[in-house]
């Protein structure tokens, strides 16, 4: 079969690759569509040690069942959907606590790191656990579909701080999870949802897709005036914007993780008591947000710059590690 392969750090090359074999409790998927996380982009250049070449990555995706293995139930050749990134054991402590984004055996598809291996679904098929199946509404593309993994990270995220209606809301980073936050506020119906980043062009968008207010990061920060903040890039500026625009007793739910450490203004911290909270993938949201993308609830379409063939995926990588074109999310077709 064809696969997207990173054959050493920073190099991607389309090759012929053996077809994997579905285990017993695994099921083999035909490939339709899978996005470029940008974690995949990240990590392309051997920086955060989680995408050791040779490896295939991707962990957005949807598809076709073409095989089902031996004790398999309750699914069958042809059936559409998606999966979850993440693969949980459901033994460990967090599994049974239904925190299976935490779990003590977690793999994640796409992901070569020093503890595992897991070829992900840049390829014409993939194996996954049938545990980790979702099937997909009948009248929601494969393309709209790989974006549930991200906005599945948004929603655990706004359930994490669980703010109110009557919250004022403040997302700093309009990446495609910053801007699926700002779509899942708006759901909410918070009473002031914001926005706050450098690139114009994306807090035009954010402006469309539900927020009220939108900062220019750099010239323009927001006050201190918010209720809660959800920071989606994960370096210091902007936990420190995010921190400096909350109000006594505010909530920060750190979501980005660009750099393993930042500086924080503790004083800050702890002067107001905010209540910092950390988000990681998601545990169990892919239902609710498959339901958000077959009603139109989150546009899809309008985080989508491209649809390529996997044959390009070498060029759009480049791109987007680039920061070419103002791209959110390309998605790739095997």
Known sequence: MKALVLVE???????????PEPGPRDVLVRVEACGICGSDVHGM???????????????????????TGADVTGWK??????????????????????????????????????EYRCDGAFAEYVTVPHHILYRLPDNLGFEQATLVEPLSVAVHAVKRAAPRPADAALVVGTGV???????????????????????PNRLRLAQKLGAHDV?????DPPATEFDTAFEAVGLTAPVGLAINALHKGGTLTLIGNVSPRVELPLQTV??????LLG??????????????????????????????PLEEGPCWFQNLYNKEGNLLKVVLIP
């Open 270 to 275: 702890v002067a107001r008591e905010l209540n």
């Open 177 to 199: 999870i910053g801007l699926l936050i700002v779509q899942v506020l708006r759901e909410i119906g918070c009473r002031r949802i914001a926005a706050a980043d450098i690139d």
């Open 215 to 219: 900062f220019d990061a750099r010239n």
């Open 45 to 67: 250049d051997g920086s955060t040690g989680r995408r050791i070449a040779p490896l295939i990555m991707g962990h957005e995706a949807a598809g076709v069942i073409a095989e």
């Open 279 to 308: 988000s990681c993938a998601s545990a169990g949201e892919y239902p609710e947000c498959l339901d958000l993308l077959a009603r139109g609830t989150v546009d899809a379409g309008a985080l989508i710059s491209a649809t390529a």
């Open 9 to 19: 750090a920073g190099q991607f090359e389309v090759r012929d690759v053996p077809r």
């Open 77 to 114: 050749q042809g059936d559409r959907v998606t999966f979850d990134s993440t693969i949980s054991c459901g033994d460990c402590a967090p599994c049974r606590a239904g925190r299976i984004n935490l779990c003590d055996n977690r793999r994640v598809l796409g992901v070569s790191c020093n």
